[in-house]
Structure formats: C-alpha cells, structure tokens
T-cell receptor, first 112, second 114 residues
C-alpha cells in the first residue's frame, strides 16, 4: 500500500560495523527498485537501484539484494561512518509507469 | 549542474491564502514529479509530468491543488485555498526519462499553514 507511518523503524549500529536495512514491497508487478537516503532538512538522495531481472547489485560500500519470491529488498552498508546516519527509503516502480512509491523509511543512527 | 531547484525553501501562510511552490528541474530531464512528505503519510506522489504533460494526478488530494508545467524548465504547484492540514514538506524531483530511472530531488519547500 501507500507509505504510512507514525513511528519510523530505527536501527543503531556502531561506527565501522555493517548495517542491513530491510524493506518489504507490495506489488509483484514492480520491476524497478531504488534506495534513497534522506538527511535532515534535505531531499532524498539516490543511493543505488536494481531491476527485477537481478537479485544483487553492488556499489561503493553498499549492496542491494532483491528477493522477488517474498517481495523483499535489503540495503547493506559496509563499514558504516557517521555520515551514514539518515533515514533510508526503499521505493518501487509499479511496473509500466514512472510512479515511484516509497516505503515508510528506516532511521539509521551510527554511534561513535 | 545545480540540481533540482525549489523555491521558496520555507513558506508560512494563513489559512485560506493561495500558495504557489516553484520548481526548476535538471536541464535535459523530461519527467517531473511533485511529492509531499508528512510524518503521518511519508512520501506521497502527487502528480508527475512527462515532456511537460501531466500523466498521473491521482495523488493530488483535492481540487484545491493544481500543478502546471508551462515549459521544460519550470513547474508550479498551487494550493488555493490553503488549509492547516496542507502543512508538509513538498518535494519536486526530475528524471531523465519516464521509466526505470532514478529521480533527483530538490531540497523541498516546508509549508506551514496557520
């Protein structure tokens, strides 16, 4: 469904550790997925994307995994840094139209 | 490139007043999106344009909201009359093409209707 949320899921990790942020999507017809990072007072910033014909894609310190069977997406951030503290959103493109639907977001806090 | 540019960054207005939010997409991008972000509902797509033509406005809350894109480098989102429940951060985003490509967001306009 559409993004709703009063309480944002939170994740706290120690600096230098790896973090995994999870996202469940709802539409099996979705064929394109994006992870965005949003820092306080700023707009969402693109991190990495993946198409439905892939199950894994790697970037610099980030990896996105896609499991279409259970409609699950995850973002792995390696060797976290203080600058990684932000809210992370997954977004799905509901196939056939450029209509990115965002998840509720996860707040990631990196502890020094 | 300066990215997507939105103005104003902050807007405080009284209930009943007209509010106009402005957006300049990234040059060369042919898709433009207006989103609204609130704590309760997260990021919601209001409307999007391809090649200056509105494609899907099903997210526009009601007739008080309207959006235009008179040319490839400018779009407006207007609320008339504004209500306190319209208070939110409004984001404009643009992308290079219609399908399966990332959208680049502006810094947003924080609207407060009192």
């Amino acid at each position: 469904g559409e993004s709703v949320g009063l309480h944002l899921p939170t994740l706290s990790v120690q600096e230098g550790d790896n973090s995994i942020i999870n996202c469940a999507y709802s539409n099996s017809a979705s064929d394109y997925f994006i992870w965005y990072k949003q820092e306080s007072g700023k707009g969402p910033q693109f991190i990495i994307d993946i198409r439905s014909n892939m199950d894994k894609r790697q970037g610099q310190r980030v990896t996105v995994l896609l499991n279409k069977t259970v409609k699950h997406l995850s973002l792995q951030i390696a060797a976290t840094q203080p600058g990684d503290s932000a809210v992370y959103f997954c977004a799905e493109n509901r196939g056939g139209a450029q209509k990115l639907v965002f998840g509720q977001g996860t707040r990631l806090t990196i502890n020094p | 490139d300066a990215g997507v540019i939105q103005s104003p960054r902050h807007e405080v207005t009284e209930m009943g007043q007209e509010v106009t939010l402005r957006c300049k997409p990234i040059s060369g991008h042919n898709s433009l999106f207006w989103y609204r972000q609130t704590m309760m509902r997260g990021l919601e797509l209001l409307i999007y344009f391809n090649n200056n033509v509105p494609i899907d406005d099903s997210g526009m809350p009601e007739d008080r909201f309207s959006a235009k894109m008179p040319n490839a480098s400018f779009s407006t989102l207007k609320i008339q009359p504004s209500e306190p429940r319209d208070s939110a951060v409004y984001f404009c985003a643009s992308s290079l093409r219609a399908l399966n490509t990332e959208a680049f967001f502006g810094q947003g306009t924080r609207l407060t209707v009192v």
